[in-house]
């Protein structure tokens, strides 16, 4: 399947990229893309939708984003990792429009020569994604007609 990403790539030290997509991720291709000679570790992170959120039952849900802003922020999080951490490449690209449950929300990737970076870098790119970049979701719940707006970290 081929996938539909907006992208916003930068050439500098070492690749990186954040992306938006609104069909399946296909990491198997980033991983591809990040992987380099002088890197002995890699960590990646897949964000499922779950069949629940704060204790009521989730049928599906909707991502929205505010893609131009969304894609800016991505990158300079990116950045900010691999001048933050010893990091040789890193990669994200976040789902928008509708999810089943156990559908892949988020893909991040990050190669490193060594574990304990790359876990770090993966974790604090996570992190901040989820509270910096425009992204929402619409939350649904069988019984109730209207689906509930929240912030990709609530």
């Known amino acids: 399947m081929m996938a539909t990403y907006w992208r916003l790539f930068h050439q500098s030290r070492g690749a990186r990229m954040f992306a938006l997509s609104d069909t399946e991720i296909d990491f198997s291709q980033e991983k591809q893309r990040l992987h380099r000679a002088d890197c002995g570790g890699f960590v990646s992170f897949e964000g499922w939708v779950r069949n629940h959120n704060n204790q009521e039952s989730v049928t599906h849900l909707i991502y929205h984003a505010y893609a131009e802003l969304a894609l800016n922020q991505g990158n300079a999080i990116i950045q900010q990792a691999l001048q933050?951490?010893?990091?040789?490449?890193?990669?994200?690209?976040?789902?928008?429009?509708?999810?089943?449950?156990?559908?892949?929300?988020?893909?991040?990737?990050?190669?490193?020569?060594?574990?304990?970076?790359?876990?770090?870098?993966?974790?604090?790119?996570?992190?901040?994604?989820?509270?910096?970049?425009?992204?929402?979701?619409?939350?649904?719940?069988?019984?109730?007609?209207?689906?509930?707006?929240?912030?990709?970290n609530g």
């Open 84 to 152: 933050q951490f010893d990091i040789r490449a890193a990669s994200c690209i976040h789902r928008t429009g509708p999810l089943q449950i156990g559908d892949m929300a988020i893909w991040i990737g990050v190669a490193a020569a060594h574990r304990k970076a790359a876990f770090e870098a993966c974790q604090f790119i996570l992190d901040t994604v989820k509270a910096d970049v425009p992204i929402w979701k619409e939350e649904f719940y069988p019984g109730q007609a209207q689906p509930r707006w929240l912030s990709n």
